[in-house]
């Protein structure tokens, strides 16, 4: 029997707990707000407030504003939404601060220590995210005090504006190591979401499925709307700096100048020069690996671009400090040169892999020597197949399996997360392996170059079909077998981040650009 939306959300969230009644509570929030009839939604709205009645948890404060809010805008007939100003700008903030105030995210990234503003943030951040997503479920319960009533743009701007604001705040706040729990959580909410809003049947609707036109482009608002916003709710200094530099990203960021070949494989879009802690990070082992693996000078600034996209998909537990835990995550890393290096080469150097593992060798040793001697092995193989080197498998001889999960280095990358991190926990489970890959061929099936990222007559999509249908499955397959914390965006969001976290199509040539004027206050 298919599990209710509840009990999803809180496998999802608190894992093996299985809290029967947080899944009871987010199955009649559920119903309330799809309910047409407003005898139906009272009912409700009573039942529920009863059912919460007398608990302390954090996160029921936020089930509480979702009953007042709905049973006034019952009373009254209007969304309570506080007037911030006149214009686009302040009804996006308007739409997007009364969500976050009076839906039921409050409370989910609360944790013990650490700066408080980051976990008011990222819930705000996760509601940005999911009212954006709304507009991929078309116009199925949706009020014009909603951010859809606003359009396209204003929805891809505020999953955008989301996502970008929250590795703005691992710049600004991932330096201290007493925030590493409260970001933790924080990303992990946010990428629950992510996954959810991009290809979970319950969030995406019924076939057929409505996806994202082809520019990614979207409009996030101005600054100086935000400081007046942050202004009248009190918001934290540290959250308004964040949500401005955020949006300023949004509304300026334009794609790297790259070949064809790579124009429209690398982004950038969340770690890059906009978060400069992280960027000079990015950097520093980049040049560390130029001489281990022989990156040209013309190579250079995309093996950047590169390995920003692939460790932004580490960022529940990758903090950009460079101490223990970072060094065992980024190695990794070299999969993302060896992406680019292939690329310009008919062949690489056979000693790359005795290369690439030397380096690794100082990265691991704190670890035990069960664990060293597992880790580089994953390494070798990695760069035996991602090379292309002789005497290795023959990858190409299907595009999903173990060669492939080994070859994109999901696999080094989930070990390497379990390994390294202080969270520990499990690895990805063998059954989600070729999913994992059925997924990332769905998503970019045009951007396979036959006879050099598949052979020549092999089915490019691998059999992967749907995209939402496959990601569908593998997305409830990662709730039931709940990996450890860090392990599941590894393999996950490392697809969604190469591909435009899902806003725009498969095949997207044109990711748009708009200069600061043009959206200014």
Same mark, same amino acid.
């Given at each position: 029997?298919?599990?209710?939306?509840?009990?999803?959300?809180? %496998?999802?969230?608190?894992?093996?707990?299985?809290?029967?009644?947080?899944a009871?509570?987010?199955?009649?929030?559920?119903?309330?707000?799809?309910?047409?009839?407003?005898?139906?939604?009272?009912?409700?709205l009573?039942?529920?407030?009863?059912k919460?009645?007398?608990?302390?948890?954090?996160?029921?404060?936020? *089930?509480?504003?979702?009953?007042d809010?709905?049973?006034?805008?019952? *009373?009254?007939?209007?969304?309570?939404?506080?007037?911030?100003?006149?214009?686009?700008?302040?009804?996006?903030?308007?739409?997007?601060?009364?969500?976050?105030?009076?839906?039921?995210?409050?409370?989910?990234?609360?944790?013990?220590?650490?700066?408080?503003?980051?976990?008011?943030?990222?819930?705000?951040?996760?509601?940005?995210?999911?009212?954006?997503?709304?507009?991929?479920?078309?116009?199925?319960?949706?009020?014009?005090?909603?951010?859809?009533?606003?359009?396209?743009?204003?929805?891809?701007?505020?999953?955008?504006?989301?996502?970008?604001?929250?590795?703005?705040?691992?710049?600004?706040?991932?330096?201290?190591?007493?925030?590493?729990?409260?970001?933790?959580?924080?990303?992990?909410v946010?990428?629950?979401?992510?996954?959810?809003?991009?290809?979970?049947?319950?969030?995406?609707?019924?076939?057929?499925?409505?996806?994202?036109?082809?520019? *990614?482009?979207?409009?996030?608002?101005?600054?100086?709307?935000?400081?007046?916003?942050?202004?009248?709710?009190?918001?934290?200094?540290?959250?308004?700096?964040v949500?401005?530099?955020?949006?300023?990203?949004? $509304?300026?960021?334009?794609?790297?100048?790259?070949?064809?070949?790579?124009?429209?494989?690398?982004?950038?879009?969340?770690?890059?020069?906009?978060?400069?802690?992280?960027?000079?990070?990015?950097?520093?082992?980049?040049?560390?690996?130029?001489?281990?693996?022989?990156?040209?000078?013309?190579?250079?600034p995309?093996?950047?671009?590169?390995?920003? $996209?692939?460790?932004?998909?580490?960022? *529940?537990?990758?903090?950009?400090?460079?101490d223990?835990?970072?060094?065992?995550?980024?190695?990794?890393?070299?999969?993302?040169?060896?992406?680019?290096?292939?690329? $310009?080469?008919?062949?690489?150097?056979?000693?790359?892999? %005795?290369?690439?593992?030397?380096?690794?060798?100082?990265?691991?040793?704190?670890?035990?020597?069960?664990?060293?001697t597992?880790?580089?092995?994953?390494?070798?193989?990695?760069?035996?197949?991602?090379?292309?080197?002789?005497?290795?498998?023959?990858?190409?001889?299907?595009? !999903?399996?173990?060669?492939?999960?080994?070859?994109?280095?999901?696999?080094?990358?989930?070990?390497?997360?379990?390994?390294?991190?202080?969270?520990?926990?499990?690895?990805?489970?063998?059954?989600?392996?070729?999913?994992?890959?059925?997924?990332?061929?769905?998503?970019?099936?045009?951007?396979?170059?036959?006879?050099?990222?598949?052979?020549?007559? %092999?089915?490019?999509?691998?059999?992967?079909?749907?995209?939402?249908? !496959?990601? $569908?499955?593998?997305?409830l397959?990662?709730?039931?077998?709940?990996?450890?914390?860090g392990?599941?965006?590894?393999?996950?969001?490392?697809?969604?981040?190469?591909?435009?976290?899902?806003?725009?199509?498969?095949?997207?040539?044109?990711?748009?650009?708009?200069?600061?004027?043009?959206?200014?206050?």
């Amino acid at each position: 029997m298919e599990k209710s939306f509840g009990y999803v959300w809180a %496998d999802w969230c608190y894992g093996a707990e299985k809290d029967q009644w947080l899944a009871d509570v987010w199955d009649a929030c559920g119903a309330i707000d799809a309910s047409t009839l407003a005898s139906e939604k009272a009912v409700g709205l009573a039942h529920l407030r009863e059912k919460i009645g007398g608990s302390r948890r954090p996160w029921v404060d936020g *089930v509480r504003d979702f009953v007042d809010f709905e049973s006034r805008r019952m *009373v009254t007939g209007r969304a309570p939404l506080m007037r911030l100003g006149k214009g686009d700008d302040f009804r996006a903030l308007e739409i997007l601060e009364g969500a976050a105030r009076h839906g039921a995210m409050r409370g989910l990234c609360v944790m013990p220590g650490g700066e408080e503003w980051i976990s008011q943030l990222s819930e705000f951040c996760t509601t940005a995210l999911y009212q954006g997503f709304k507009w991929v479920r078309g116009g199925r319960h949706l009020d014009e005090w909603e951010l859809p009533a606003m359009g396209e743009a204003w929805c891809k701007g505020a999953a955008l504006w989301g996502a970008v604001s929250m590795f703005t705040a691992l710049d600004a706040a991932g330096e201290d190591s007493t925030n590493d729990a409260v970001l933790a959580r924080s990303f992990e909410v946010f990428g629950n979401h992510l996954a959810a809003s991009s290809l979970w049947l319950h969030y995406r609707g019924e076939h057929p499925h409505f996806w994202w036109s082809e520019a *990614v482009r979207g409009r996030a608002p101005s600054e100086a709307a935000i400081r007046h916003t942050g202004a009248v709710l009190a918001w934290p200094p540290q959250m308004v700096d964040v949500l401005v530099r955020g949006a300023e990203h949004v $509304n300026t960021w334009m794609s790297p100048d790259f070949p064809p070949q790579h124009f429209s494989r690398t982004r950038g879009v969340l770690i890059g020069p906009h978060t400069p802690r992280l960027w000079k990070r990015v950097q520093a082992l980049c040049d560390e690996l130029t001489p281990v693996g022989g990156v040209t000078e013309e190579e250079l600034p995309e093996v950047y671009w590169r390995t920003a $996209n692939w460790l932004a998909s580490h960022a *529940v537990t990758w903090r950009g400090r460079g101490d223990e835990s970072d060094r065992v995550q980024e190695v990794s890393v070299p999969g993302a040169v060896i992406g680019v290096q292939r690329e $310009n080469r008919d062949h690489l150097a056979p000693d790359l892999v %005795d290369r690439v593992v030397e380096w690794s060798r100082p990265r691991v040793a704190h670890l035990r020597p069960d664990e060293q001697t597992l880790l580089l092995g994953k390494v070798g193989e990695m760069v035996r197949l991602r090379g292309r080197l002789s005497g290795g498998p023959e990858y190409v001889a299907s595009t !999903v399996g173990k060669l492939r999960f080994a070859e994109g280095a999901w696999n080094l990358s989930t070990h390497a997360v379990s390994l390294g991190s202080p969270f520990g926990g499990a690895l990805l489970p063998e059954d989600c392996h070729e999913l994992t890959i059925r997924v990332f061929n769905a998503f970019q099936i045009s951007r396979r170059a036959e006879g050099r990222d598949v052979a020549p007559g %092999d089915p490019i999509d691998g059999g992967a079909g749907c995209v939402v249908c !496959v990601g $569908n499955e593998l997305f409830l397959k990662l709730v039931d077998n709940r990996p450890g914390q860090g392990v599941t965006p590894a393999g996950f969001w490392g697809t969604l981040i190469y591909l435009n976290l899902g806003l725009g199509t498969p095949d997207d040539s044109d990711i748009g650009f708009r200069s600061a004027p043009e959206w200014g206050p």
